[in-house]
């Protein structure tokens, strides 16, 4: 994963969004919390592909918006929770 994220420039975080939007797929089929491997001619070739990037990038833009946008709503009802004395 670590070197897949050099390849494109990009944090190590982003690559399990694309995985599990089925936009970059992994070798085998490996289990949900086991390490994944990449081919590398197929990473180089996806790294030169101007779409490719475009709608990896709205992915992962977008899920992170999504966790974001929970993770606000978490915070609101805990502090609405505290402002009530519950």
């Known amino acids: 994963m670590e ?7 990009w944090p190590n975080y982003y690559l ?4 599990r939007a ?8 490996p289990a949900q919390n ?3 491997w990449f081919a590398t001619i197929e990473i180089e ?12 990038i709205r992915i992962v833009e977008k899920q992170i918006q999504e966790m974001n946008k929970k993770q606000r709503g978490k915070e609101q009802s805990e502090m609405a ?5 519950i």
């Open 81 to 85: 929770l505290d402002r009530n004395g």
């Open 16 to 19: 399990p969004f694309l995985v």
């Open 45 to 56: 070739r996806m790294s030169q592909d101007a779409d490719w990037l475009d709608k990896a």
């Open 3 to 9: 070197e897949t994220a050099a390849i494109f420039g």
């Open 34 to 36: 086991a390490r994944k």
């Open 22 to 29: 089925g936009h970059l797929k992994p070798l085998g089929k």
